[in-house]
């Protein structure tokens, strides 16, 4: 620590279909509002599209990436070492022979999205250098990235789902026909999806039978699973985004806008705006497009949603921030659980800020709930005195 003030490692970018998104969160998100405290020194990684990792304070410029001189940079630039020492130390040679820079890290902020990052691999590195991080642990990141596991553990809490099945893609032509009998005790419209993959890559809506096939073996195609569900009926989609530790604090209930038919599209969810969804009268923009803040719906429901949201992040055992996806089918009001992303695009500020949190509190707050969950961890005995040694 320099002057009292504390150094947050924020590392972006990485080998995912989201590095590009994970750029926007990582500098619009969290690195302006941690210098904004001022008690921050921000140190920003960025790993590359191939898996490189560079730390650089040019790093925080958005300029680099959009103008493209990043691959410039890349070419030039040494790459980052990390030293673990009961802690985290970055280390870099510098361009000038010989001397060696160094950076004792107090807190990390992992600002990945999807693959190789939010799915828990790097909070496995994180927890092997023993330094304090933001957000889901490794457990908990791995089964909110896997839609089998996390739709596993939520169900064996008693919380609903649509009803689902699932396979491993190596045994579709294996088990061809046993599979497809399984997926059609399901009743159409059918969504299948890949269990890992996020953005709706490689989902499909079925409506029949002769679209059930192809469906399959797309999503088999990108996964080593694959997920079916039923569809939901009178849908109504919500979102809730929730921080703490032991006792997670809700934001409010979002309602995206977008329309069935948009679901599957890259564009609408992340692109200015959403295009489709430009000219939704009354609407917030939300960080994927159009949504409602707080979600227009009756107040039993809204209270069913937001109860079996922090069930859910309780259940699969999240610290720090996620979001909880929902479906409502708004006929039977019956709330269902759909996903959980450990780390939502840009934190979701647009929704804490109209909860009443700014993106500076934000920021703030999650490092402190990383430290809190890294001080109690401490206290778990990791080793006690045996005679072991001696018998030999
Ligand atoms: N069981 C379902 N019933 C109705 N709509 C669904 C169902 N599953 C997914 N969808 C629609 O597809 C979208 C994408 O599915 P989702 O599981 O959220 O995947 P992604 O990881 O790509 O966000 C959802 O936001 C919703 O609009
Ligand atoms: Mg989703």
């Given at each position: 620590m320099i002057g009292g003030m504390k150094t947050i490692a924020v590392i972006f970018g990485g080998r995912s279909t989201e590095h590009d998104v994970s750029i926007v969160t990582a500098l619009a998100s969290i690195i302006k509002p941690l210098e904004l405290t001022k008690q921050y020194r921000v140190e920003p990684i960025y790993i590359s599209k191939d898996g490189d990792w560079y730390w650089d304070q040019k790093l925080k410029n958005i300029d680099l990436y959009q103008s493209g001189e990043i691959e410039e940079f890349m070419r030039k630039a040494p790459k980052v070492h990390l030293l673990f020492d009961n802690g985290l130390t970055l280390v870099k040679s510098s361009q000038f022979a010989g001397r060696k820079q160094y950076k004792k890290i107090d807190v990390v902020f992992p600002a990945m999205h999807g693959t190789h990052g939010e799915d828990g691999e790097l909070m496995g590195v994180l927890e092997m250098a023993n330094v304090p991080y933001v957000g889901c642990g490794l457990a908990a990141s791995a089964v909110a990235m896997d839609k089998v596991l996390s739709k596993q553990v939520t169900e064996s809490a008693g919380i609903a789902s649509t009803p689902w099945t699932w396979f491993y893609s190596s045994d579709l032509p294996r088990r061809h026909s046993e599979i497809m009998k399984e997926v059609e005790k399901l009743a159409y419209p059918i969504f299948v999806k890949p269990a890992h993959l996020g953005s709706s890559i490689g989902i499909t809506r079925v409506e029949s039978r002769d679209m059930l096939m192809n469906a399959l073996e797309v999503a088999a195609h990108y996964d080593d699973k694959v997920i079916v569900e039923q569809g939901v009926a009178n849908l109504i989609e919500v979102t809730l985004p929730i921080m703490g530790n032991e006792d997670p604090l809700p934001a409010l209930l979002e309602q995206p806008m977008l329309h069935a038919e948009d679901f599957f599209d890259f564009e609408t969810k992340y692109m200015q705006g959403g295009k489709k969804g430009g000219?939704?009268?009354?609407a917030e923009q939300g960080a994927q497009g159009y949504s409602k803040i707080p979600a227009d719906i009756p107040k039993d429901l809204y209270d069913k949603a937001v109860k079996l949201g922090i069930d859910s992040y309780k259940a699969v055992g999240c610290s720090g921030i996620a979001r909880i996806d929902m479906l409502i089918d708004g006929k039977s009001q019956q709330v269902m659980f759909n996903e959980i992303n450990p780390l939502p695009g840009s934190l979701y500020s647009h929704n804490w800020k109209q909860a009443g949190v700014s993106g500076v509190d934000l920021v703030s707050r999650l490092v402190a709930y990383a430290e809190q969950r890294w001080q109690s961890r401490q206290k778990i005995a990791t080793n006690f005195a045996t005679n072991y040694l001696k018998q030999f």
């Open positions: 000219k939704k009268g009354g």
